[in-house]
């Protein structure tokens, strides 16, 4: 029995698409906007992204980083409904949106506040 669950994780692991590093997210649970700059991977705690091993760093402004699961997250967009992204053109942005809508539910996506 326990082999159709390790079938299931390994298969969640290899189709996870991390959200980009340059990307604006904000937070669920508080509202603050931040932009992605990175993974940090966890030994210990709770709260991790759907790869089991890492949360997502966000830079709310220098210097204030916080480590963040998916989960928490919400993607931001601007008013063409494309991923607001730092220093992208906009065909990536584009692609990007693609990616993002094709992994997350219409929910995960804010407009800029």
């Given at each position: 029995?326990?082999?159709?669950?390790?079938?299931?994780?390994n298969q969640?692991?290899?189709?996870?698409?991390?959200?980009?590093?340059?990307?604006?997210?904000?937070?669920?649970?508080?509202?603050?906007?931040?932009?992605?700059?990175?993974?940090?991977?966890?030994?210990i705690?709770?709260?991790?992204?759907?790869?089991?091993?890492?949360q997502?760093?966000?830079?709310?402004?220098?210097?204030?980083r916080?480590?963040?699961?998916?989960?928490?997250?919400?993607?931001?967009?601007?008013k063409?409904?494309?991923?607001?992204?730092?220093?992208?053109?906009v065909?990536?942005?584009r692609?990007?949106?693609?990616?993002?809508?094709?992994?997350?539910?219409?929910?995960?996506?804010?407009?800029?506040?």
């Amino acid at each position: 029995m326990t082999q159709p669950q390790i079938g299931s994780i390994n298969q969640r692991k290899a189709t996870w698409r991390r959200i980009p590093d340059g990307t604006r997210v904000r937070l669920r649970e508080n509202a603050q906007e931040g932009v992605i700059d990175g993974l940090t991977e966890l030994v210990i705690g709770p709260g991790r992204n759907p790869d089991g091993r890492t949360q997502y760093r966000i830079n709310l402004g220098d210097p204030a980083r916080m480590l963040v699961a998916e989960d928490a997250l919400l993607i931001v967009i601007d008013k063409e409904g494309l991923v607001f992204m730092v220093k992208q053109n906009v065909d990536y942005r584009r692609l990007v949106t693609e990616q993002l809508r094709g992994d997350f539910s219409a929910d995960r996506f804010v407009p800029s506040a």
